[in-house]
């Protein structure tokens, strides 16, 4: 590393333990060699003008758009029709999905962000937790 300070084309062979994007998600990426999820988590060289990729916002999409539909076609959650979830709240589930993490962890990952005791609220935990669960599965599935 000290090379680096002197020639700033130097080759640094030195590994590196961490990175800052779904590092879990890469590396089934990686295992996979699934081109789409490598690239949703930046694994994938891209140019200059393209910008990073965020699965969390890729994913968040569509678990918002099941949540309101099982809103619409339940009528007694119907306010699950106006769930609008925000990317802080659904990146760890999301993340720790490749780690293991069940759908009680999730479901209760989802009720430590949001303090309520309604039914509807009950219920989007567990519409979320599925559908988090489900695209995270099917992707693994349909690239082995």
Known sequence: MREIHNNPHAVIKTPVFLDATCSGIQHVAALMKDLEL???TNLIAQTEDDLPEDIYMYLLKQINEVINKYGENHIEYKLLSFVKLERKQIKAPIMTKVYN???????????????GEEKEIFRAY??????IY???????KNNK
């Open 101 to 115: 993490v069940t759908k009680y962890g999730i479901s209760k990952q989802l009720q430590s962000m949001f303090k």
């Open 134 to 140: 489900q695209d995270l599965e099917e992707k693994i």
């Open 126 to 131: 567990e519409v979320t937790t599925n559908e």
């Open 38 to 40: 490598g690239t949703n």
